[in-house]
């Protein structure tokens, strides 16, 4: 389990560090997002693992941390709105300019 | 209703924000009637808040009454007080520019106006790490619509350089989130501290977790090797939203200056020398880039942009000492950095009016007459650039003699001096550019009037230059307090977990 999730944070990392780099706002795009998914399992990672385990304190049962499953929420909702938020920033840039070059270059 | 006063700067500009978009069918007049309110009622709400924080103690509101540090708090000490009363004012100065006109350039901009001044009075108040995040993604989301508000493209390409960037940064801000959260089990600042002075935590762990938290602030607060974004994103954006966002470079400074206050230097030995070694030098990397880039300006919206860069850097300079007097010159100096820089943002839309196609560019242009913004443009220009008798000299002034007996005195000395002189050479070359050097043969500009609004906002962010050096004495004893009860971390503590704080239970973490 462990070793699952710390390579899917770290592959999709690297492939959102990867996207970002790369010169055109779709790729961007992309690579943001791939970039908050691996923060929001990371945030995950944070309360411990454990499976099958409520995040509900009850007598002597076992129970989860909550608090993460909290912060992802939040981070989850966050990271959409600025998302869809870049995507409308995206779209104008290509229509204004044409192309879609992070640096917005004039028409030729 | 005192205890209720920690919130009411967030909830005034969020209230007036949802009446504006309930209002938008009555007409922008309605719009900036609500605005104007609500930066008149946040104003008033901030001057009490400094009053009632000067008294000493630390105000905690619990958000929905639960108690620190299971819930989010509002921890208002007298720097956060200050802090909104300096983001009250400013905003409604530039709130009362933009309704001379540049509110009707676009869709939304009141309601999105106030949800920035709601995100940057939360970041300055809240007592909770990831409140904060919170409140810092609010303010960007906002500051993200304004700063294309007015449309072109070069506000498309700052724009969409400066999104990205900051979406990284807030990736960022949450890995470090979650490796806090993962070895010290809480995100309430005053339980950070005491948490890290306790055995048993993974310190290395820690370390790095604050050590990217703090990356994440400077890149807010644009220290040098990520400051890149800041010329652009303000010379594009309009003026009233540029005079705004010089204070969101404050946040990241503040939030900095916080966390090593509160939670990084108590915890001897574990944490106090995170900032050691490379703060400063990046600091005065930021300060000799800025001077360099305020010289190159090729106009004076991109000269004041830089001059935010460099106030920034000068002020990134305190948190690496934490001593009350060097932080208390820098308070004094962040007040009028702020509203200088904010001016010289809002006067160079006038002079632009006035000079047709040559806008502010530092070139030759037509003959104009306005003696009234020359004036405003000389008194800005002077107290950025650090002449005496205005409060840039005299914060200049307290912060090297702060910094006198500091280890590298002779280094920020002659960085803080030398750049000074740069700026102020860039200030008088662009300043007699824009006045003085005039074609005769060119036909003037018709110009619109500059307005009472307009008017009025330049008249009240360029008089604190004098009024802040008039009455230096009172502001300068109040940065002084708010410094010693910013380092004095244990009633920060003891204010916001209560004196139970030892016997908070805590489960066993694997």
Partial sequence: MEALLSSAIGILTACGVFLILRARTFSLVLGLTLLSYAVNLFLFASGRLQMGVPPLIRNGAAYTDPLPQALVLTAIVIGFGMTAYLVMLALRALAESGNDHVDVKEKL | MTQHAAILPILIPFAAALLQLAAKGYGVAAQRAIGMASALLGVCAAL??????????????????????????????????????????????????????????????????????????GAFLTGDLFNLFVF???????????????????????????????????????????????????????????????????????????????????????LLPLSFWLPHAYAAAGAPVAALFVIMTKV??????????????????????????????????????????????????DLAAW?????????????????????????????????????????????????????DAFKSGPVFHAPWLALAFLLAAASAAGLPPFAG?????????????????????????????????????????????????????????????????????????????????????????????????????AAVLGAERANIAREARP
Wanted: glycine share 8%; with cysteine.
């Fill in chain 2, 307 to 359: 001059l935010v860069l460099g106030s920034a850097g000068t002020l990134l300079v305190a948190p690496a000492f934490a001593q009350s007097t060097v932080t208390a010159a820098a308070l004094y100096y962040l007040l009028q950095s702020t509203l200088v820089a904010a001016t010289l943002f809002l006067l160079a839309e006038p002079i632009a009016e006035r000079r047709g196609a040559f806008a």
């Fill in chain 2, 48 to 121: 009490w808040l400094v009053q009632l924080a000067d008294a000493g103690a630390v105000l905690v509101y619990a958000l929905g009454n639960w108690s620190a540090p299971f819930g989010i708090v509002l921890a208002v000490d007298r720097l956060a007080a200050a802090m909104a009363l300096l983001t009250a004012l400013l905003s409604s100065a530039a709130l009362l520019y933009a309704s001379a006109g540049f509110d009707e350039r676009g869709r939304h901009f009141h309601p999105l106006f106030q949800l920035q001044i709601f995100g940057l009075q």
């Fill in chain 2, 393 to 493: 000299f005299l914060g200049k002034l307290m912060l090297l003699s702060a910094l006198r007996d500091s280890g590298s005195a002779v280094e920020i000395w002659s960085v803080l001096l030398i750049s000074g002189l740069l700026v102020m050479m860039a200030l008088a070359r662009g300043g007699s550019r824009l006045f003085w050097a005039r074609k005769p043969d060119m036909p003037p500009t018709a110009a619109p009037a500059v307005g009472w609004q307009r008017a009025t906002a330049i008249l009240l962010l360029v008089s604190p230059a004098i009024l802040l050096a008039l009455f230096a004495r009172p502001v300068a004893d109040y940065a002084a307090r708010a410094a010693a009860q910013l380092h004095d971390p244990q009633a920060y503590i």
């Fill in chain 2, 252 to 301: 990241g400074i503040v939030s900095i200056l916080r966390v090593q206050a509160i939670a990084l230097s108590p915890a001897a030995a574990t944490t106090t020398d995170l900032l050691d070694g490379w703060l400063v030098p990046l600091a005065l990397a930021t300060i000799v880039f800025a001077a360099l880039g305020a010289l190159a300006a090729p106009r004076l919206r």
């Fill in chain 2, 136 to 222: 810092f993604e609010v303010m960007l989301l906002a500051s993200y619509a304004l700063l294309a508000h007015g449309g072109g493209m070069a506000r498309t390409r700052a724009g969409l350089a400066y999104v990205a960037l900051n979406l990284a940064g807030s990736a960022l801000f949450l890995i470090a989130l979650g490796m806090l959260y993962g070895s010290l089990g809480t995100l309430n600042l005053a339980d950070v501290a005491l948490r890290l002075q306790a055995p048993g935590i993974d310190i290395a762990l820690a370390r790095l977790a604050c050590v990217l938290l703090i990356a994440v602030f400077a890149l807010k607060a644009a």
